[in-house]
């Protein structure tokens, strides 16, 4: 348990420096969660033994993933279009998260979120820390625990859509992964194309 912690404490450090007000004028965003993102599976693969045992590259996994991502995107294309009339504050933080990609190649944001970010928080997230505390509560304790504490990683941010977001986002992968934990895979795929999704090739 003591390692689960330092790990997690390790993230919500990391995400502090990103997403804070108070760091995050001061780094650059995307290469700090790239090698936040190497910091994380780095320490998923140290303390967790072996997660790619959960890891599977088949065209079902593949097509699972793309599914999913679609899918998901299509959650968030809904939520936003509600929550912008509900909240007269949810475009605006919407577009502050979207101001973070100003300025850099959408080239340079594809490869980093497919082949490094998205990869590695799914084996952080689910991997990791999802399976080392499902395997030491439950299985559904450690889904809503580990939904949770991603959900919490991003609230540094002071920013209640992003906050919102990655606790749907990080609910339909923690649950598909409570169903599935074999599936890692598909996750991996699924979590890859939603970032690039969502943030470079079709922004809600």
């Keep these: 348990m003591k390692k689960i912690l330092f790990t997690v404490v390790v993230a919500f450090i990391l995400w502090f420096v ?6 995050a004028p001061y780094v650059n965003f995307w290469w700090t969660m790239t090698a936040s993102a190497l910091i994380l599976v ?11 045992r959960d890891f599977k590259f088949t065209g079902a996994d593949v097509l699972a993933g793309l599914f999913i991502a ?20 949810a ?18 944001l594809t490869v980093l979120m497919l082949f490094i ?3 590695a928080e799914e084996v952080f997230w689910r991997g990791y820390v999802q399976k080392r505390l499902s395997g030491r509560w439950n299985a559904i304790a450690g889904f ?22 990655a606790l749907v986002a990080g609910a339909v992968w923690g649950f598909i992964y409570y169903l599935y934990p074999q599936r890692l895979g ?9 970032d690039v999704a969502v943030f470079v090739w079709f922004p809600i």
């Design 42 to 52: 780095t320490l998923a693969t140290l303390f967790g033994g072996r997660w790619w």
């Design 144 to 165: 809503v625990a580990t939904t949770a504490i991603y959900a919490l990683v991003h609230a540094s941010s002071c920013n209640f859509m992003l906050t919102m977001a």
């Design 186 to 194: 598909a996750l991996i795929v699924s979590h890859a194309l939603w």
């Design 70 to 89: 679609v899918a998901l995107w299509g959650v968030f294309w809904a939520g936003d279009k509600i929550s912008q009339m509900v909240f007269n504050f």
């Design 91 to 108: 475009r605006p933080q919407v577009d502050l998260i979207y101001g973070m990609k100003e300025g850099e190649s959408p080239w340079l």
């Design 117 to 119: 970010i998205g990869p």
């Design 18 to 23: 990103m997403f804070s007000p108070l760091t």
